[in-house]
């Protein structure tokens, strides 16, 4: 058990609706990076927070925001969904947000979009 | 830009065999290298960073600036070894940037 919880684990959801995927960081990490992982796709990085505020930002579309909360956990909204967003998503966090500090990973949430 | 290619999807070997998944990186200053590992039905978790210059589970990688690479190497691969491995690169801008991953599958 790496410490970051993520809920829900599965989610089926029909296109055009809207969903939040939580994520829990270990205790004490800061930092929180959120990833898709489609087939073929690997794992792209959408975004990362540190203490509450976004760091840095990858191929996350405008349909979906995320946001780091004052106990640190995070949350990715997912907006006008599309059967393409069907996908793994996983959390990330770590003490530091640079340098060679180890990512801990969540188990992730598998989307499903009908 | 920051980019991490593995440009093999799966590498199948057999048991006792010798194992080297690459990993080629783009990134314009000092990056930070690590390879990550999935088990089945596990989550990803850390393997080694080219910091520590350490052997994990028999497994090195070294980093070779002039090519821009960081190859995962195994003398003797083992069963257990079958999992989905990640190069990953965290550079200047602090993200944390995966390949996309390289199956490995050992044979008996």
């Known amino acids: 058990d790496s410490g970051v919880t993520q809920t829900p684990k599965h989610l089926i959801t029909a296109t055009g609706q809207r969903v939040t995927l939580r994520c829990s960081p270990r205790?004490?990490?800061?930092?929180v990076y959120w990833y898709q992982q489609s087939l073929d796709q690997g794992l792209q990085f959408l975004i990362q927070?540190?203490?509450?505020?976004?760091?840095a930002k990858g191929n996350i579309l405008e349909r979906f925001s995320a946001q780091q909360f004052p106990d640190l956990h995070s949350e990715l909204n997912l907006s006008s969904l599309e059967l393409g967003d069907s996908a793994l998503y996983f959390c990330?966090?770590?003490?530091?947000?640079?340098?060679?500090?180890?990512?801990?990973f969540g188990q992730g949430t598998r989307l499903t979009v009908v | 830009a920051q980019r991490v290619t593995q440009p093999e999807k799966l590498l199948s070997v057999f048991k006792g065999a010798p194992v080297e998944l690459k990993c080629n990186y783009s990134?314009?200053?000092?990056?930070?290298l690590f390879w990550y590992v999935q088990y089945s039905r596990q989550r990803l978790q850390l393997l080694l960073r080219?910091?520590s210059r350490e052997s994990i589970k028999g497994f090195t990688a070294d980093l070779n600036k002039g090519e821009t690479s960081f190859h995962l190497k195994k003398p003797f691969a083992q069963e257990e070894d079958s999992a989905m491995y990640y190069c990953?690169?965290?550079?200047?801008?602090?993200?944390?940037?995966f390949g996309t991953g390289t199956l490995l599958a050992v044979q008996p």
């Open positions: 990134y314009s200053g000092s990056p930070e």
């Open positions: 990330a966090s770590s003490v530091l947000d640079r340098g060679h500090t180890e990512a801990f």
């Open positions: 927070y540190y203490n509450g505020e976004e760091r």
């Open positions: 990953a690169l965290r550079g200047a801008t602090n993200k944390l940037i």
């Open positions: 080219h910091i």
């Open positions: 205790s004490g990490d800061l930092s």
